[in-house]
């Protein structure tokens, strides 16, 4: 299940698995405690504008055995499974998330059904061979054939059904690419009638998403430029080239993810260390686009993501002193000061963004997020080591910032002419730009000292 706060800009991902409960008992707890520690948010926007599974069954899950073959199985896409709770017990989830400012989107896998889905007895509606056998696809479940009308409808039927029947507010379309375009934009069509705010989000990177279907794209590529630098050791100027084929790619106006953890991959905080993983996020939520975050990322949560096992937050371990736990508070402190910034500032969260070359590109990214008059100075040292290095503004205009993520201002140096700086591994600098003050009137100055004060 996907979270996204009403009006603002990021977008979090939890995971809600079967246990010996049913999964929505508690949920609504379970959401205010998120809420609370974390805060979630998301815009929306068409481009051209200037716990992970749904509740629908996958596979029939009649068995915890059953359970565990794949959640990306589906077995009856208007089906709530069991062990997952009631109707009742859904509807009081949105409910009580609507509640909380959140958005709730339904994870749904179209490109493939399961092997017994119920609709089998029928194989015209699926893709066959020329003996007339359903066929796989690139995993070894049968495919929807989307050439087929009834097929069509009664995959956006079930669409709009979740909808209007739960208040659903949209849904993450797994393997969206593996889907043909146009029904995106018939079903949009259709959901629109229904809510037209609903929010849809392709898990794919297809530049034509966001003409008339999809509101939000993965971004998988820079996952792995960031995996590349972090992990790897290449150049920091590998992800704002990255940026650049992006923006040059997608539509104007176009939105993506940028995300450093999620069930497809080893943990950030494993992969990149702890203060490696922090850079990511800081980046993450300083870039334009929308930030991701996956459940327990933000209290550095080492566990192995894996979608088909229950992993619930375990927002217990942030009580105790021991190391582990205060550095898992430290992370949670910093992740809620990046969510605060990003739906306060409105530059981050809507400005343009504006890269600025500096002396470090192998080390370190710079830029500016701009709104209005609104200026925010973004300087990340992606490597793990202490660098010092000069960004191509001039410091007499950029002599302070306010900052964003710790008390008080940076100062910069004058002497070079440019704003310099020595970050340490993995540090960054997120300050707003502070106003020149306007020079005081001597006459006036000179008036008000001069007048005698009234006595008390």
């Known amino acids: 299940m996907l979270c996204l706060e009403a009006n603002s800009s990021f977008l979090w991902d939890t995971e809600l698995r079967p246990g010996n409960a049913g999964v929505w008992e508690g949920s609504p707890d379970l959401l205010e405690t998120s809420c609370r520690a974390d805060g979630v948010a998301h815009g929306r926007r068409r481009a051209g504008e200037g716990s992970r599974p749904s509740v629908t069954s996958r596979s029939r899950n009649r068995t915890q055995a059953r359970f565990e073959s794949s959640p990306y199985s589906v077995a009856d896409y208007n089906a709530i499974g069991e ?67 009834e097929m069509r409808k009664y995959l956006i039927d079930s669409l709009v059904y979740w909808v209007r029947e739960f208040d659903v507010d949209g849904y993450r379309c797994d393997v969206a690419a593996g889907v043909p375009i146009d ?43 960031l995996r590349s630098v972090l992990r790897d050791g290449e150049s920091a100027i590998r992800v704002r080239e990255h940026w650049e084929r992006t923006n040059r790619t997608m539509p104007r106006g176009a939105r993506v993810l940028h995300y450093s953890d999620n069930h497809d991959w080893r943990r950030a905080v494993v992969e990149f260390g702890e203060r490696g993983a922090m850079a990511a996020t800081v980046l993450n939520f300083t870039l334009d686009g929308i930030p991701f975050v996956w459940a327990g990322q933000e209290i550095a949560d080492r566990r192995r993501t894996r979608f088909r096992d229950r992993a619930p937050i375990r927002w217990e371990n942030l009580t105790g002193s021991s190391a582990d736990s205060k550095e898992q508070q430290a992370t949670l402190e910093k992740y809620k ?17 504006i890269w600025i070359n500096n002396t470090a590109p192998d080390s370190v990214l710079s830029f500016l997020r701009k709104r209005g008059a609104e200026e925010i100075l973004v300087i990340i040292n992606l490597s793990n080591r202490k660098t010092f290095v000069t960004v191509d503004l001039p410091v007499m205009e950029y002599y302070s910032v306010e900052n964003l993520l710790k008390e008080g201002k940076t100062w910069f140096q004058l002497y070079t002419g440019r704003v310099s700086a020595t970050l340490g591994a993995f540090e960054e600098i997120v300050g707003k730009k502070i106003p020149l003050e306007p020079l005081k009137d001597p006459g006036r100055e000179q008036e008000r000292k001069a007048t005698p004060q009234a006595r008390p």
């Open 337 to 353: 000061k990046l969510f605060r910034i990003r739906k306060e500032q409105a530059a981050l969260h809507s400005g343009e963004l």
């Open 183 to 225: 029904f995106w934009e018939e079903a949009r069509k259709e959901l629109d009638r229904v809510k037209p705010d609903v929010v849809l989000l392709s898990e794919a990177d297809r530049p034509e998403d966001q003409l008339a279907a999809f509101d939000i794209n993965y971004n998988f590529h820079h996952h792995l430029t």
């Open 83 to 149: 062990e997952y709770g009631s109707a009742a017990d859904l509807r009081e989830l949105v409910a009580t998330a609507h509640k909380l400012g959140l958005k709730v989107m339904l994870d749904i896998v179209y490109y493939h059904a399961a092997p017994d889905n119920v609709l089998m007895n029928r194989p015209e509606l699926f893709v066959r061979n020329a003996e007339g056998k359903v066929v796989r696809g690139f995993w070894p479940q049968p495919l929807p054939d989307f050439k087929n009308p």
